[in-house]
């Protein structure tokens, strides 16, 4: 499996922009990029996608480098509720594939 | 969106019993669904995947004999712990694939297991 690399966690202020960054140098041509984040004792929850172009949702953005070998999930405006586990995973696309889930970043959001 | 539930939400159980944990999709039909595993601290560990009407595929160093799982339908799949012990506690989580929404995985609440 494609390996994923994290900071183990970051900090952010309430209100304020999160820009988390993932890397991913040995990508493959086929490897979806999916973010996923797990709030305390809870079960992990999708937050987004993307293979090449950025991609935006309700919840999220996320920025993927023109190589692919790196990207980076931004939460427009942290709140409290954001602080949680966030998992940067590889995917092969169309397959029922598993997730191999890393270490995540623990994010930390402060008043 | 899709919603995927676990009972019970959380178990204590004596040495020596077993413990069936059950985990549903709610509205969308699962052909394939996964059990995860997590300790205290520790991120999740995938311990087996289950298909619909087949034999679930475990990961190495998985007992299959102590975790049955049962996929009897496309929207129900069960873990069985049998004759837990104290190191079998731990975060049970599982997720539902999604065919209707590319394949995409969605997270039960897990299951907390003690047991003592």
């Known amino acids: 499996d494609a390996k994923t690399t994290q900071p183990n966690s970051m900090e952010s202020n309430e209100e304020e922009p999160v820009h988390l960054p993932c890397n991913h140098s040995?990508?493959?041509?086929?490897?979806?990029i999916h973010w996923y984040r797990q709030l305390p004792s809870q079960g992990p929850e999708y937050v987004i996608h993307?293979?090449?172009s950025n991609v935006n949702n309700r919840m999220a953005s996320l920025a993927i480098a023109e190589d692919r070998k790196s990207s980076t999930l931004i939460l427009h405006r942290a709140t409290l509720r954001d602080a949680a586990v966030y998992y940067c995973?590889?995917?092969?696309?169309?397959?029922?594939?598993?997730?191999?889930f890393g270490t995540g970043t623990r994010l930390q959001v402060t008043l | 969106g899709a919603v995927v539930s676990q009972h019970p939400s959380w178990v204590i159980c004596k040495s020596g019993t077993s413990v069936k944990i059950e985990c549903r999709s709610l509205?969308?039909?699962?052909?394939?669904m996964f059990w995860y595993r997590q300790f205290p601290k520790q991120s999740l560990m995938l311990m087996a995947t289950?298909?619909?009407?087949?034999?679930?595929?475990?990961e190495q160093g998985v007992e299959k004999d102590k975790f049955l799982i049962n996929h009897a339908s496309l929207t129900l799949s069960t873990l069985t712990v049998t004759s837990a012990h104290p190191e079998d506690s731990s975060f049970y989580i599982c997720?539902?694939?999604?065919?209707?929404?590319?394949?995409?995985?969605?997270f039960g609440p897990g299951t907390r297991l003690t047991v003592t």
């Open positions: 997720s539902a694939q999604d065919r209707g929404r590319s394949n995409e995985q969605y």
């Open positions: 040995t990508i493959s041509g086929t490897d979806y």
């Open positions: 993307g293979l090449t």
């Open positions: 995973i590889l995917r092969p696309h169309g397959t029922a594939s598993k997730l191999t």
């Open positions: 509205d969308f039909q699962a052909t394939t």
């Open positions: 289950s298909n619909e009407g087949s034999k679930a595929t475990y």
